[in-house]
Structures are given as C-alpha cells and as structure tokens.
T-cell receptor, first 113, second 114 residues
Framework: ETGVTQSPTHLIKTRGQQVTLRCSSQ?????VSWYQQALGQGPQFIFQYYREEENGRGNFPPRFSGLQFPNYSSELNVNALELDDSALYLCASSLESAGTEAFFGQGTRLTVV | AQSVTQPDIHITVSEGASLELRCNYSYGATPYLFWYVQSPGQGLQLLLKYFSGDTLVQGIKGFEAEFKRSQSSFNLRKPSVHWSDAAEYFCAVGAPGSARQLTFGSGTQLTVLP
C-alpha cells in the first residue's frame, strides 16, 4: 500500500508568479484535502476534492484553486503569489465515508521571494 | 465555528518522565478528535483518534488520550517519554461524520531532556 506522495518537496518562486503543487493519494482513497501550514502555526484547511469536484473550502481567496483527476491524484494551484503564501503545503487523502481518518503527505515547502 | 486551543506552546520534560499535552475544543456537538505528531520538515502522522465509544483511546508509540465531554477536552498522555518523542504535536477536530476537513490547534512543541 503506497502512502501519500507530494511533489516537489521544495520550491522557490517570485512574488506574482503562479505555482502548481502535486499530490498522489494513498491507494484506494477517493478524497483529497489540502492544507497550508505557515511557520509556527497549525495547518489550515484550504479545500477538499471528491470525485473531481471541490467539496468544501476554507477561508482562502479564489487564487487558490485545485484539480482532482480520475485516478484521485490532485493539484493545488496558486496564482499571483504573495510573500505570505510562503508555507508548507500538505496534502491529505482519505475515503469519503464516516469513521475514517486522513493520511498526510510529507508536504511541499514553498518559499515566495 | 469550531476551534481548537492548545494552551502550551512549548513543554520540556526529562526522558522517562510522564507527559500530558492539553487540548480544548469548541464545537456544537461531539466532534471527531485527533492527535497528530510532526517531526521537523515532515508531514503529519496520526497518533490516535476518537470517534465515539470508550472515552479513553489508545494510540501508537504508547500514547493515549481521554475525551472529557464536560470539559471539552481531549488531552494526550504518555507514562514515560522517550527522546524520540521530541516533536510538535497537534490536536485537531473534524465535524461528526467527517475526518477530512480538520481544524487544527497551533501545536505544542515537545523537548525531551536526556
């Protein structure tokens, strides 16, 4: 059983640029959630995808968008990067059913300069 | 809106000592409750979870947590800490029936002295 994998592990971007982060779900999982973890903070929920549709969103602006593919892998896209977008971005996969937990990937460290 | 409070930003214990990390939550009903651990530069590993039933739950690495509805708390405990337990610990809540849209506390950094 493979775990949740994210790529790249580290990334440096310039303010105003766009970035795409990728996540492969754990085998058999059909739901993907994305979290932003700023330095010294707990993770904050960005959004969740189920069956290729956004199925819940936290308090993040529209320049944060995502995709989920038929194989349940996912992308997080951030447009018009700001310095405050510098953070660890975590992907979590799970089954869309009650009584199951989310499994997290190692994260992508994004630095915006 | 749901929220999670971890009142201790940093805790230092000696190896072999007991440990208790505090977590209080605010939610209209009994949520799903979780403790995760994060080592430097790593993702989150689930230690234990509470969905329903027995209020004392056992997790991995010798950790346990007790759900107290009257106090809206879900404190994490370990009877004897090992040096490898040094990490950051996060308490999280999810809406009943959903373990996917989690609200996390701000974390407690654990330092273990030899």
């Amino acid at each position: 059983e493979t775990g949740v994998t994210q790529s790249p592990t580290h990334l440096i971007k310039t303010r105003g640029q766009q970035v795409t982060l990728r996540c492969s779900s754990q085998s058999g999982h059909n739901t993907v959630s994305w979290y932003q973890q700023a330095l010294g903070q707990g993770p904050q929920f960005i959004f969740q995808y189920y069956r290729e549709e956004e199925n819940g969103r936290g308090n993040f602006p529209p320049r944060f968008s995502g995709l989920q593919f038929p194989n349940y892998s996912s992308e997080l896209n951030v447009n018009a990067l700001e310095l405050d977008d510098s953070a660890l971005y975590l992907c979590a996969s799970s089954l869309e059913s009650a009584g199951t937990e989310a499994f997290f990937g190692q994260g992508t460290r994004l630095t915006v300069v | 809106a749901q929220s999670v409070t971890q009142p201790d930003i940093h805790i230092t214990v000696s190896e072999g000592a007991s440990l208790e990390l505090r977590c209080n939550y605010s939610y209209g009903a009994t949520p799903y409750l979780f403790w995760y651990v994060q080592s430097p530069g790593q993702g989150l590993q689930l230690l234990l979870k509470y969905f329903s039933g027995d209020t004392l739950v056992q997790g991995i690495k010798g950790f346990e947590a007790e759900f107290k509805r009257s106090q809206s708390s879900f404190n994490l405990r370990k009877p004897s800490v090992h040096w490898s337990d040094a990490a950051e610990y996060f308490c999280a809540v999810g809406a009943p029936g959903s373990a996917r849209q989690l609200t996390f506390g701000s974390g407690t950094q654990l330092t273990v002295l030899p």
